[in-house]
């Protein structure tokens, strides 16, 4: 049973969860303003899912994002100003402005990078835990992916391999609902995703996704697992995106099946809900509003170092391109 968390760790679930909700909030802002090339998939409402995972890992494991990643690079500790530069299109953002919001990484921390292929990324991260088991370390990699994902052939691919050679990843289902417009519930004749994982003969939970302590006790198991060899784990964190698909979309197409299911899930705010409960159960409100005034403080710097900063020189368009 997961050991339950301490002071420390209820403090830094909280200071990772709203720094993830005022970096999302600030990204938004930069898209209506059009001081941002391109969409942004905001990670508004996921919070506790991307917190949770990455407070149970190491800082030597690997992590594979989707394109709704700002979430986990901010809950894996990246640098806000360099990844609101790398938003903007900016020379001094992580990937020096040429991956923009979709393909944010950062591979000092294990980040594999973004990726806006659906289910894209789910080999990277199986590669990577092959690479582990090949090197014989105790790292693990986790997947981070959409529900839609799972009806593509490199999720039950690449779950089939690591199965197969007990590879320490575990594969974490964002379940928000929706593929962009397709209500997942449409679509599949599953009602939970992670009961998937039977046919792959490895363990499949389900999570309720805005509980972030409910999330980090079922990683810690998943990741205790993977280091000890027995293989891979599927997790399902129920959980909603606040906004559409993107910052562009409406996303009125959510009013089809509940005309209320957006208020509902709203109520929820993981990152409120999370806020009254360590007040609630000890931590005094003078170290929350403490905490959120370094957050408000962090993120107006990072807003400002990437206004402030240059774009990429043109003659730059082809550096950067192949690893040599």
Known sequence: MAKKPTKKLYTDFYRTMFK??????????????????????????????????????????????????????????????????????????????????????????????????????????????????????????????????????TFHESVNMAAAWNLPCIYVIENNLYGISVDIRDVTNTENLADRAKGYGIPGVVVDGMDVEAVYAVMEEAVARARAGKGPTIIEAKTYRWQGHHVGDPGDYRLRRDTKEKEKWMKRDPVAAFRAKAIKDGIPESEILKIENEIETEIRAAVKFAVDSPYPDPSEAFDDIFCE
């Open 20 to 153: 993830m909700r005022r970096f999302e909030e600030e990204v938004f802002e930069f898209y209506k303003k059009g001081l941002m090339p391109g969409l942004a998939h905001l990670y508004l409402g996921e919070e506790a899912v991307a917190t949770g995972c990455c407070a149970a890992i190491a800082a030597d494991d690997y992590i594979g994002s989707s394109h709704r990643g700002h979430g986990h690079l901010v809950a894996r500790g990246a640098d806000t100003a360099k990844m609101m530069a790398e938003i903007l299109g900016k020379e001094t953002g992580y990937s020096h402005g040429k991956g923009g919001s979709m393909h944010i990484m950062a591979l000092d921390l294990g980040i594999l990078g973004a990726n806006g292929i659906v289910g894209g990324e789910i080999p990277i991260a199986t590669g990577a835990a092959y690479s582990a088991l090949y090197r014989g370390t105790k790292q693990v990699a986790v997947s981070f992916f959409g529900d839609s994902a799972t009806n593509e052939g």
